[in-house]
């Protein structure tokens, strides 16, 4: 059975592929901008956890930097898949400037507690 | 001051005992005033480099005047001052009250015309005057100019408006405020009070009625109930308040109190009555001063002190003194007393009574009866010839009485009643039957013995071992050879390494006796054995040969130190090494937080760029690409700006971690939020019309 699932697992992540290769080029690059977001954060984390976590605020400051601005490019994604019924008649544009905008706040936010 | 705060407990304190203390009289000595006040006079009113003001120099002449001390360079430098004022036209009411003061004391100038001027300036003044300095200066001046040059007009346009403008300043309790928009009453104020209202009823006493006078009598009374005290009688004006600003002091607040005092019972009618008691009780407070070392306050003293003595109005207080409190039996000294006036001028015939003498430990039997002291009208002082026999070695309280000869006197001196004078008798206490003995412990047989001579060092040695006993024994007798307890008697024990021990040598009448029973003692010695030195130390205030004889040693033998016992005290090579510097304390407020190597920060700040750089990289191998940058100049330019606008923005956001604060980028952040705004509208709004062309199209 071992054999099989082995397979079936094979057999997913190339359907998941095929069915990825489908998505317009603007949200891979979102997806791509998500996955550098993490990333950082994810080094940031294994840092900490080297040499401690002094001074606090400066590694949540980072770490919620680069979540932040994950999630807020999720949102964007949300925005412009084209799949999305809920956001049909919302221009690309405008989710766009929503997004460049809140990551200036969101960023300012960061700098201040970065100390 | 340091005890300005505990003034107020001290004055609740002086009220508790004020009801207590009655008819308990005095039990201090003062000395009259005398040489050295004079020799202090001329030393303290000769300052250094600088000129007196004016004054300042009616201070120096008043006291030199009183003490009968000459100066004739202030005289003359204080004329030049005075007649500069008196000439000279804008003069305030302060500086010709002193101008005219000195003057009167140095009689600088006698010309009417210099003196009518004076007075119609004061007399201008006091129309104006709404204060009451203003008020004392101007009156004060009139009544100079009155006593200078009788002659020259000094009548007051309203004597009584102005008496009764004074009088309204004053409180319930007998102080006077300075001024009618002044809420503050001062006691010092009453005294100028009082001396500018005797003022004006000299200068118009017809028109002041009697009833006006006694108003102010009455205000007098309440002021001296107000009066402070100490335990000894002696009686004293202070401020209720004394954190105010015109804060003067005791001496210069009752120096003021007697003076107007004084000059108020000079011209009133009827009597003001002040107890004997209360004005010597005033005296014993300037005089226990002694000598002050501030010019002001020798001449507050000295002022205050004349016009006790020349008042014939109230009583003149006669104050005893004493040239000596510590009489010795072995000299045969004698007992001397002085009977004097505050300035030292003889007092009237008295006879001098020493009621009784009492031990200071028995202070109600009076050790002898009572006698009277004979006058020495050569010397000028009371004596008695011997001590009486039953007087012996000690502390004792003599009371005297004074008792005045002539019945007149009686109500116009103040003598104090009783008066307790603490007195030190001293004399040779004998020490005789010295003996030192080691004992047997159990049958308490003598085993050594050794005779002492405690009037020199001995040098006797003796052995003990653990077992027996050392007796120390000798009596001790006065002059009168009655038993006598010094204040210290004591055998101390100095073993070789430095480790001392100090008994007590207790006594029975005159047998003193100390038993050291070794056996008992062994662990107080630290079970040392060895030779220790022997010292016998007797000692009293009132002993003439006190003694610290070392009288020879002894050989010890203790046995070995159990385990436990306790070991002796390390002696400091240097007794004064506890007053060295010790050792700095290092305060750490917070250990500093661990930080990682740099290397480490280092690496990993490299490792966080490696996901933007797999951004980049994949971003290429998506193949992106800015076809989409519009062409046309207009929005080409738009859509630059916006990413120089958004670039900015982020560059503001570095500049702000490095050295901005939030405010300046708060506000540069609105700047440039606005402009960016606006052109991300264009640009994007643009972007928008193009791909609903191409959507439509």
């Keep these: 059975m071992a054999r099989s699932t082995g397979e079936d697992a094979q057999a997913l992540i190339r359907s998941l592929r095929s069915a990825y290769a489908a998505t317009p080029k603007n949200l891979k690059i979102i997806d791509l901008y998500v996955a550098f977001a993490v990333s950082t954060a994810l080094i940031q984390v294994v840092y900490m956890a080297l040499v401690g976590s002094f001074p606090f605020n400066s590694f949540l400051s980072g770490v919620l930097s680069c979540v932040g601005t994950a999630v807020l490019a999720v949102c964007l994604r949300i925005q412009l898949n084209k799949d999305n019924k809920e956001f049909k008649d919302l221009a690309p544009e405008r989710a766009f400037a929503d997004f460049v905008l809140c990551n200036l706040v969101l960023h300012l936010v960061i700098m201040n507690f970065l100390g | ?106 009689k600088c100038t006698s010309e009417r015309a210099v003196f009518e001027i004076a007075a119609s300036r004061l007399k201008a003044a006091l129309s104006d005057a ?17 006593d200078q040059s009788p002659d020259v007009d000094v ?54 009625s009697p009833s006006m006078i006694s108003a102010v009598g009455n205000d007098i009374k309440k002021l001296f109930d107000s009066i402070e005290k100490y335990d000894d009688g002696t009686f004293y004006f202070d401020e209720k308040v004394v954190e105010s600003l015109e804060y003067r002091g005791p001496l210069a607040t009752s120096s003021a109190v007697v003076v107007g005092l004084s000059s108020f019972a000079s011209v009133a009618s009827e009597k003001i009555d002040i107890p004997g008691e209360v004005l010597l009780g005033l005296a014993k407070f300037f005089l226990a001063i002694g000598v002050p070392g501030d010019s002001k306050d020798l001449f507050y003293q000295i002022n205050a002190l004349a016009c006790l003595e020349n008042n014939r109005r109230v009583s003149v207080p006669l104050i005893l003194s004493l040239p000596a409190t510590v009489l010795s039996l072995t000299k045969k000294d004698q007992l001397k007393v002085r009977v004097t006036t505050v300035l030292g001028a003889n007092s009237p015939p008295l006879k001098l009574k020493l009621r009784q003498v009492l031990k200071s430990d028995a202070a109600d039997v009076s050790v002898i009866d009572s006698q009277e002291l004979t006058h020495d009208s050569e010397g000028g002082f009371y004596y008695l010839d011997v001590l009486p026999d039953n007087i012996d070695v000690g502390k004792y309280k003599f009371v005297f009485q004074i008792l005045l000869e ?61 077992l027996q006993k050392l007796r120390l024994s000798f009596q001790l007798s006065t002059p009168r050879g009655l038993a006598y307890t010094p204040h210290q008697a004591f055998l101390r024990l100095k073993h070789e390494t430095k480790v001392e021990h100090i008994f007590v040598v ?24 060895g030779r220790y030195e022997l010292e016998v130390a007797v000692g009293d205030s009132v002993m003439e040969n006190s003694f610290l004889w070392p009288i020879g040693h002894i050989e010890l033998d203790i046995p070995e130190a159990p385990e436990k016992a306790p070991r002796p005290p390390p002696v400091a090579a240097d007794p004064y090494s506890r007053f060295e510097v010790k050792a700095e304390i290092q305060h750490i407020f917070r250990a500093p937080e661990k930080r990682p190597p740099k290397e480490l920060s280092l690496a990993f700040l490299g490792l966080s760029f490696l996901p933007f750089i797999g951004f980049l990289g994949g971003l290429l191998s998506l193949g992106v690409n800015l076809k989409n940058f519009p062409s046309a100049p207009v929005p080409a330019t738009f859509a630059l700006l916006f990413q120089v606008g958004i670039g900015a923005v982020l560059g503001l956001y570095m500049l702000f971690w490095l050295k901005l604060d939030l405010f300046t980028t708060l506000k540069a952040v609105g700047l440039l939020g606005a402009f960016l705004l606006f052109v991300g509208h264009r640009i994007l709004s643009h ?5 609903a062309k191409l959507k439509s199209a």
């Design chain 2, 506 to 529: 207790g006594n029975t009448g005159k047998q003193f006796e100390l038993v050291l029973d070794f056996l008992r003692l062994v662990e107080k010695f630290y079970y040392l054995s």
């Design chain 2, 687 to 691: 972007l928008a019309a193009t791909s």
């Design chain 2, 155 to 208: 009548a007051l346009s309203d004597a009584k408006g102005t008496f009764q403008s004074i009088k309204a300043l004053s409180q319930s309790d007998g102080r006077w405020r300075y001024g009618s928009n002044n809420p503050e009453s001062s006691t010092y104020a009453a005294g100028v009070a009082l001396e500018t209202l005797a003022g004006i009823i000299k200068l118009e006493d017809s028109e002041i």
């Design chain 2, 406 to 466: 002539d019945p007149e006197h009686k109500k116009s001196y103040a003598t104090g009643g009783r008066i307790h004078v603490p007195i030190y008798v001293s004399g040779v206490v004998n020490v005789e039957n010295a003996v030192i003995a080691v004992l047997d412990s159990d049958l308490g047989t003598v085993d050594t013995q050794k005779n002492l001579d405690l009037v020199k060092r001995n040098d006797i040695s003796l052995s003990a071992n653990h």
């Design chain 2, 130 to 146: 709404s204060s009451l300095l203003d008020y004392h200066y101007t009156v004060g001046g009139l009544v100079l100019i009155k």
């Design chain 2, 1 to 106: 001051m340091a005890d300005r705060r505990g003034m107020p407990v001290y004055f609740l304190a002086i009220i508790a005992t004020l009801s207590i203390c009655n008819a308990v009289a005095s039990s201090s000595v003062v000395h009259p005033v005398s040489d050295p006040h004079r020799s202090a006079a001329v030393e303290l009113f000769t300052p250094a480099g600088r000129s007196l003001s004016l004054e300042e120099t009616y201070e120096a002449l008043r006291t030199f005047e009183v003490l009968g001390v000459g100066k004739a360079k202030l005289r003359s430098d204080g004329c030049l001052s005075v007649l500069e004022v008196l000439k000279s036209a804008p003069s305030s009411p302060k500086d010709l009250y002193y101008a005219l003061k000195v003057n009167g004391l140095s």
